[in-house]
């Protein structure tokens, strides 16, 4: 059994990892919530990734057996820039006394490991928040070659989206240059949609909750994880890690 410990920021759309966790053989999910911090707005988001933010959550998480944790949350972790995120990782890997990444970086090792070099990003951030996720990205090596923003503001409109609605997003951000599409929110319930979502456009579709818990198996080497209700991310894989038809 492989233990992953998320600290999610307040509550939208956890109900994701339960579902992650049945459809994963020998995985368990741990879910830490962390202050959601105080209204909307960049400042805001910055805040909810705090050190000692983080920080007070641990000692939940390591009672839990973590192997890794991950900061799942994108916006909490892109909004600082790339080396304010990498700051932030190696303070919750202090803290923690474990390996530590972001929802961010999950994308970046992600879209590489579905090989993806050009992706396209379907977010429902304001169009601030979304360009700042494409320069993340840019910092990674990848490169965006179309996006779409929502211009969602609050997590629990986030959350109460539905698949149409979700779909609509995907397909309106796809381009056919565009090796996969990303959906960077974890407020936004996904795990369910990603089949449908991975049809429409034909090519891998990585989502937040889906890329963070994907993350903490990678940081602590657990692989060949898979199921085929969870996109080409979980794909089974070959012994050349080529995806099994």
């Known amino acids: 059994m492989t233990t992953v410990g998320l600290l999610y920021p307040g509550h939208a759309a956890e109900e994701d990892y339960p579902r992650i966790e ?69 303070q919750l890997a202090q803290s923690a006394g474990l390996p530590a990444s972001s929802a961010s970086f999950g994308f970046a090792h992600a879209a590489g490991a579905v090989g993806a070099k050009r992706v396209a990003v379907a977010a429902v951030y304001p169009e601030d928040a979304t360009a700042r996720f494409g320069s993340f990205l840019a910092e990674a090596g990848l490169e965006v070659v179309a996006s779409r923003a929502a211009g969602v503001t609050a997590a ?8 149409g609605k979700l779909l609509e997003l995907v397909r309106a951000a796809d381009h056919a240059d565009a090796q996969a599409v990303l959906v960077p929110c974890t407020a936004v319930h996904t795990v369910g949609e990603l089949p449908a979502l991975e049809a429409a456009v034909g090519k891998p579709v990585l989502t937040a ?5 994907w993350e903490g198996l990678r940081l602590a080497e657990r692989h060949g994880a898979w199921s085929d209700e969870l996109g080409t991310l979980f794909a089974r894989r070959d012994e050349t890690g080529a995806v099994r038809e």
Do not use: C, K, Y
Request: proline content about 2%.
């Open 22 to 90: 049945t459809l994963l053989t020998g995985v368990r999910i741990t879910v830490v919530h962390t202050d959601e911090g105080g209204a909307p707005g960049a400042d805001a988001v910055r805040e909810t990734g705090a050190p000692e933010r983080l920080a007070a959550s641990m000692e939940e998480l390591r009672l839990s057996g973590a192997e890794a944790v991950v900061w799942a949350s994108t916006r909490g972790s892109f909004t600082h820039g790339w080396d304010g995120a990498q700051q932030q990782v190696r």
């Open 156 to 163: 629990a409109e986030a959350a109460a989206w539905d698949g």
């Open 209 to 213: 909750n889906q890329v963070a818990v």
